[in-house]
């Protein structure tokens, strides 16, 4: 049981350079989040997914976009990366939200020149 | 929206000695939950504890306990017995009818041998 599991762990783009982030869950939840974290601050939710086939936007959504095609997948593009891109990626899902525990992956480090 | 503060950004305590960290939040909800996530050097974040709004009883979870007072909406959590492993980030969080997390800035608590 691998549970919440994201690939790359980190990497490096230039200005304009596009990207996937894939994170996977083995828990079989339909709700699953993509937060990303800098620094002196807390996680920002940038969109989330309540089931297969659904996304919506979260506090930070601009610059990005997702896909939700399989339930235990769930994508974020950046189309075309900028530096304020830069951050810490981190995906979780849960069985349900409100007062389901959120499990979170490791996270993907992200520097964008 | 909701917010959550953390006017701690960072703790200290000795080990074996009793630590509390603050957290205030601002919310017209009356059924939310509250939560309080561990993130340490590895970056994964790890729940400690969570509480139900409509519930008058603090929850515990072996030397970690919350003080939740609803009326002054504040949400602090008191670690007993310091360990040496008890040093991170940690992180409280609030989750509203969105079915949302919204995080506040963090408050890094160092464990003194």
């Known amino acids: 049981n691998a549970g919440v599991t994201q690939t790359p762990k980190f990497r490096v783009l230039k200005t304009g350079q596009s990207m996937t982030l894939l994170c996977a869950q083995d828990?079989?939840?339909?709700?699953m989040y993509w937060y990303r974290q800098d620094p002196g601050m807390g996680l920002r939710l940038i969109h989330y997914?309540?089931?297969?086939?659904?996304?919506a936007k979260g506090e930070v959504p601009d610059g990005y976009n997702v896909s939700r095609l399989k339930k235990q997948n769930f994508l974020l593009g950046l189309e075309s990366a900028a530096p304020s891109q830069t951050s810490v990626y981190f995906c979780a899902s849960s069985y349900s939200g409100g007062s389901e525990t959120q499990y979170f992956g490791p996270g993907t480090r992200l520097l964008v020149l | 929206a909701q917010t959550v503060t953390q006017s701690q950004p960072e703790m200290s305590v000795q080990e074996a000695e009793t630590v509390t960290l603050s957290c205030t939040y601002d919310t017209s909800e009356s059924d939310y939950y509250l939560f309080w996530y561990k993130q340490p050097p590895s970056r994964q974040m790890i729940l400690v504890i969570r509480q139900e709004a409509y519930k008058q009883q603090n929850a515990t979870e072996n030397r970690f306990s919350v003080n939740f007072q609803k009326a002054a909406k504040s949400f602090s959590l008191k670690i007993s017995d310091s360990q040496l492993g008890d040093a991170a980030m940690y992180f409280c969080?609030?989750?509203?009818?969105?079915?949302?997390?919204?995080f506040g800035s963090g408050t890094q608590l160092t464990v003194l041998p």
């Open positions: 997914s309540v089931g297969e086939g659904t996304t």
């Open positions: 969080a609030y989750s509203g009818s969105a079915r949302q997390l919204t």
């Open positions: 828990m079989n939840h339909e709700y």
